[in-house]
């Protein structure tokens, strides 16, 4: 039919059967709709759930100790790790003040001076005490918890147990202090068996030359046998110190510089030294003990940093030397420091001289009989103005044919 | 009579050995440091040189080296505190006719001093 303008139309009946239709179709939409909209939820829900676990899956599976502290100082991150440490459940900590738990005091401090500097913490060592009494290294980093909208929102300190690697490090410098035993050692015995020498070989002269008595011979015979004995007891002593025999292998000087150069580089940056290497490429092959090598030229680099002023050089250099048809190998440690007094300069290598309020005074004696040794010799170059040079010469002369 | 040349930085080595040789009936010069040894060497020849390896101013080898180098055959005894040196000094560097080590046994010495004057 038509409308009264003359519009096709449906019949009014039909109109309102329309209407109906459409709020049923409207309906039905919105149905639809707001069970799409539900299961979006859900499964957002589900989502953030997820994430969630995942979140505390790692702060719980970490390492590491992770404390968060809003701005007002209070718990609002403490996980497994700390937990175990401190001895106290999240549910003990989280909201409550940091402030609030005295074993927690050195972390606190941390925090909140990151939060007031603003600036992070890299790394600090503390010691903190455990739950059950016991005191443990603690390394401890802390940052600033930042949102992009919300500006700074706390801080964070992550913290690891450091036990297992100050023991390690307590062993290592054990051994090490074990082996220098061990050389210093080798050092006396071989200071004693000089006045040895004498008192064995004129107690053998008395022998040979003497006879006033069955008596009196025998008391020499005592003399010289005893003697001899010291001396068996000297090889004793340098075994029971497991002086291990030098172990002999084609050296890399290239290698055995950088190695020195890598574990003192720290130290000379902090005094304001700059160390250099300058290795020949032309050095002959030669064989030793890089072990013992190794320790001469730590030990001589050790001297000259002690020895150099912030803007001085150290020079740790090996070359080619040859004399009579052998090569030589010349390593020498150069630096522009204080230089060693004149009158001192013979001195230096004799055992227990030292200069030092803290040294054992055989790190020179100890140089030199690796260089003996090894066939070669240590010298020393010094004055007051310019600083001092060692120099160990070492012959290549392992594998020289007979005459 | 043999002509032995002894060298040690001890005064006391070079005594005893001075005693134990000149008894035995040789000529013994004595000196102190590995540079006289050479000025020794290239004035005069010897019969045999004991030679302490560890002298202040020249190593034991560059002094063995300096020696062969002037006179090749003359015997050299090689005297050390260190034990474990000897294969080093008789068969690789391979210019020493024997290694003895501090204390010396008188005995055993001056059979080898015997040996090499032979």
């Known amino acids: 039919m038509r409308s009264f303008l003359g519009t096709p139309c449906l019949p009014p009946c039909a109109l309102f059967q329309g209407k109906r239709r459409t709020k049923e179709l409207f309906e039905q939409r919105l149905r639809h709709e707001v069970e799409a909209a539900n299961v979006e939820i859900l499964r957002a829900g589900e989502s953030a759930k997820i994430l969630k676990e995942y979140n505390e899956n790692i702060l719980a599976s970490l390492s590491s100790g992770v404390l968060v502290v809003d701005l007002n100082g209070a718990v609002t991150t403490f996980n497994r790790v700390a937990s175990s440490l401190f001895g106290a459940p999240a549910s003990t900590m989280i909201g409550k003040p940091l402030r609030d738990n005295p074993r927690l005091e050195p972390l606190e401090r941390l925090l909140s001076r990151t939060m007031e500097t603003g600036v992070n913490i890299r790394r600090n060592e503390l010691v903190i005490t455990t739950a059950d009494g016991r005191e443990i290294p603690l390394g401890v980093s802390t940052s600033l918890l930042y949102s992009q ?6 801080a964070i300190a992550v913290f690891t147990d450091l036990s297992q690697t100050k023991s390690l490090e307590e062993r290592v410098k054990h051994s090490e202090k074990l082996a220098i035993l061990g050389e210093m050692a080798a050092v006396m015995a071989h200071e004693i068996r000089n006045p040895l020498n004498s008192i064995a ?104 940093l002690d020895a150099t002023d912030s803007g001085g050089l150290v020079t740790l250099s090996a070359i080619r030397a040859d004399h009579n048809g052998i090569p030589w190998i010349e390593m020498t440690v150069a630096d522009t420091g204080c230089g060693i007094p004149p009158e001192n300069l013979e001195d230096i290598f004799k055992p227990f001289f030292t200069t030092k309020q803290a040294g054992t005074g055989l790190g020179l004696a100890i140089i030199q009989k690796i260089a003996e040794e090894h066939l070669g010799k240590v010298t020393v170059t010094s004055d007051l103005l310019n600083g001092t040079v060692f120099t160990l010469s070492l012959p290549c002369a392992r594998d020289l044919p007979a005459l | 009579m043999k002509r032995i040349l002894v ?7 070079r005594l005893l050995f001075d005693e134990v040789l000149t008894e035995a009936g040789h000529e013994v010069i004595s000196v102190a440091t590995g540079r006289e040894v050479v000025r020794k060497i290239i004035k005069d020849d010897y019969d045999l040189i004991i030679l302490d390896i560890k002298m202040p101013d020249m190593n034991g080898l560059e002094v063995v080296q300096k ?51 032979a």
């Open chain 2, 67 to 117: 020696i062969r180098e002037l006179k090749k055959t003359t015997p050299i005894i090689v005297c050390s505190a260190f034990k474990h040196l000897e294969d080093d000094y008789v068969f690789n560097v391979g210019r020493v006719s024997a290694y003895i080590t501090k204390p010396v046994n008188l005995q055993e010495f001056k059979a080898k001093v015997n040996e090499l004057l």
């Open chain 2, 7 to 13: 060298a040690d930085d001890e005064v006391n080595i």
């Open chain 1, 149 to 154: 909208t919300t500006g700074s929102n706390g």
């Open chain 1, 201 to 304: 070989g004129f107690s053998q002269l008395l022998q040979m030359k003497i006879y006033v008595s069955d008596k009196l011979r025998k008391y020499v015979d005592i003399i010289v046998h005893e003697s001899f004995r010291i001396d068996d007891l000297i090889s004793d002593i340098l075994d029971f110190a497991h002086q291990k025999k030098n172990i002999i292998t084609l050296i890399d000087f290239k290698a055995l510089a950088d190695q020195v150069l890598s574990s003192k580089q720290a130290l000379a940056a902090r005094k304001g030294v700059v160390i250099e290497t300058r290795i020949g490429d032309d050095l002959p092959a030669f064989r030793g003990d890089s072990v013992r090598l190794e320790r001469v030229m730590l030990n001589l680099v050790n001297n000259a």
